[in-house]
């Protein structure tokens, strides 16, 4: 997956839809890549009153439904999906670390802020802090911010919902052990 910068906030958006086996799900995307992937029963991430919609098929979109379709058949999948995602230095410091994650492993928050604080030379870096930017993740599933759970190990929000959460989790899981 690339990661990229939106080179103009004003370029329209494009919205496609991907059933999945978890409910329907919507991606928004420009020309350089995948802009949203969320749950269309859920608020979406990216889209606000005023973006500029338009529908039609980019090369990312067929991308993502192809690194879907692999991922809901229980496979790990191979497609590479062209990311073009606005945050935050920070949110992106951390989406990079989701995206590092393991197919079929978990990592807890606070072992993300504890790898990011290292990162930056500091001595500490809050879990809550790091909380906040993977609630903020705008590409459900892709950037697989269902794979950090609570220091306990327990499910802690997911944007999909707890359910979606442990349902993509076992179904990793179940294609790891196979």
Sequence with gaps: MIF??????????????YDS???????????????GLWFADRNSPVLSPET???????????????????????????ETVALCLRGTPFQKEVWRLLLAIPYGTTVTYGALAVEIAENRGQKELSPQAVGGAVGRNPVSILVPCHR??????????YAGGLWRKQWLLNLENKAKNC
Excluded at 23 to 32: A, K, L, W, Y
Excluded at 148 to 157: E, F, I
Aim: net charge negative; charged share 30%; no cysteine.
């Design 4 to 17: 990229e910068e939106r080179e103009r906030a004003e370029e329209p958006v494009f919205l496609a839809r």
């Design 21 to 35: 086996p978890l409910g329907e799900i919507r991606m928004t995307g420009v020309e350089q890549g995948l802009t």
């Design 52 to 78: 500029p919609i338009r529908t039609g098929e980019l090369p990312v979109f067929r991308q993502a439904k192809r690194w879907l379709d692999q991922y809901f058949s229980g496979q790990e999948p191979t």
């Design 148 to 157: 950090v759970v609570g220091a306990d190990g327990g499910l802690t929000g």
